[in-house]
């Protein structure tokens, strides 16, 4: 063989070794995230069920005190929490030393402050658990049960970017008035034998109060962020307008992503994957009302998308707004580990695995099966919108790999 030939020849064996080894490389990495996708799952799913005790009483930290800790940029508790039943349990039980109208929103709540100093928001029962609530997506009163779901379905996509959330049964008369503000105090009124109030809010009305029976209100408390870390508000990209007959850019121009991924923050970090999360989270749970949304302050787009505000979900188990996937269906890419996580939820996992993780709240039965049952078949809705995107597209273009450390930047 001519040394010309032996030059040519070696050199493409070199190639074919360099190809190999990146390609091997590539497949040892992609399948150890995997397996971690793999392992995370297994310990989300042996750490469902959060018994409510107060083991943590006689240490010397205080609940609060470990949940502020928990906070980073990336997420609000960690993925190994075994403190997390003993700081539901102190939100559960906790004496209710303040009570005041809720912060600035739509809805009907109350700014509650906790022995020890902690607030929480009070969300009251609104609906019984059968009632369906029809027209808009975005229709009738906050559910509080709905944020008591979305919390735990947090934990079981591994997102945790929801603050925590837990049911409550609380004695307005006994616990609420002698705490009340006067402001809150003049909103209350007994309707035949029970005890009510309608508070301040954009839509709260004296003819429309939030019920006890009797004196006994269920309701939902979630715990209030560490005041270190000040949110800041944003526009959702893919908001509604919420004005019939005008469309919002994103419903009519099929090219729309491509203008978002050319802004702050979204041409650049985890944000973007973020709204894809958030889409996919709010599908499931039927949440067409993620008109804002709330990050870390002076983050530059690298804190997560923080999963507030969950209540306008779980109206109508029958309703499947895809409008609301449209982030996804129009970007087509979406986290890897999401997807993995999805994909082991499939064949009825997720809604044996969340109706574990409510099965000791206080509340419980936190959903009723329909809404179990819808949760199941929108997540083959989303599978399959993920797959029509990998065909159109290719897995590599759609299937991002994204795992920012979850600590602090």
């Not at 493409?12 to 397996?35: G, M, P, Y």
């Not at 007994?190 to 709260?204: D, I, L, R």
């Not at 209100?217 to 800041?232: A, H, N, Y």
């Amino acid at each position: 063989m001519k040394l010309k030939q032996r030059v040519v020849l070696l050199a493409i064996l070199l190639v074919i070794f360099i190809f190999t080894k990146v390609f091997l490389i590539d497949n040892l990495d992609t399948s150890a995230s995997n397996r971690e996708d793999q392992r995370a799952f297994q310990r989300m799913l042996s750490g469902l069920r959060v018994a409510l005790d107060p083991r943590l009483e006689h240490t010397l930290q205080s609940p609060w005190e470990i949940a502020a800790q928990w906070v980073v940029p990336r997420e609000v508790y960690p993925e190994d929490t075994p403190e997390l039943g003993a700081v539901m349990h102190a939100m559960t039980t906790k004496k209710i030393v303040k009570a005041d109208v809720g912060y600035k929103g739509t809805q009907l709540k109350a700014l509650l402050i906790l022995e020890g100093g902690q607030k929480v928001v009070f969300k009251p029962k609104r609906y019984a658990r059968d009632y369906i609530v029809e027209g808009e997506p975005y229709a009738g009163y906050d559910r509080h049960n709905a944020e008591v779901a979305a919390f735990h379905l947090d934990r079981i996509l591994g997102f945790r970017r929801a603050p925590l959330v837990v049911g409550r049964f609380v004695n307005l008369r006994t616990e609420i008035k002698p705490v009340a503000t006067e402001q809150l105090l003049g909103t209350f009124m007994t309707v035949g034998n029970n005890t009510c109030f309608y508070g301040k809010c954009y839509y709260c009305r004296e003819t429309e109060p939030a019920c006890a029976d009797g004196d006994v209100m269920e309701g939902s408390v979630t715990l209030w962020l560490p005041d270190v870390w000040p949110l800041q508000k944003h526009r959702h990209p893919w908001g509604r307008t919420y004005r019939e007959g005008k469309l919002a850019r994103w419903e009519y121009d099929e090219s729309y992503c491509d203008a978002v991924k050319k802004t702050s923050p979204y041409d650049s970090g985890p944000r973007l994957l973020d709204i894809i999360d958030t889409a996919v989270f709010d599908y499931l749970i039927g949440n067409a009302d993620r008109h804002h949304y709330e990050s870390f302050q002076d983050d530059e787009g690298a804190s997560m998308l923080i999963l507030l505000d969950n209540a306008k979900s779980f109206g109508n188990p029958a309703l499947d707004e895809r409008s609301i996937l449209a982030p996804l269906y129009q970007c087509c890419i979406i986290r890897v580990s999401t997807w993995n996580r999805l994909n082991y939820l499939k064949n009825g996992v997720l809604k044996s695995a969340l109706k574990t993780a409510m099965s000791h709240d206080p509340i419980s039965p936190v959903l009723s099966d329909p809404h179990l049952d819808a949760l199941d078949q929108r997540l083959l809705s989303i599978l399959a919108t993920v797959k029509q995107c990998t065909d159109q597209f290719g897995p590599d273009v759609v299937l991002v790999e994204d795992r920012m450390t979850l600590s602090h930047l």
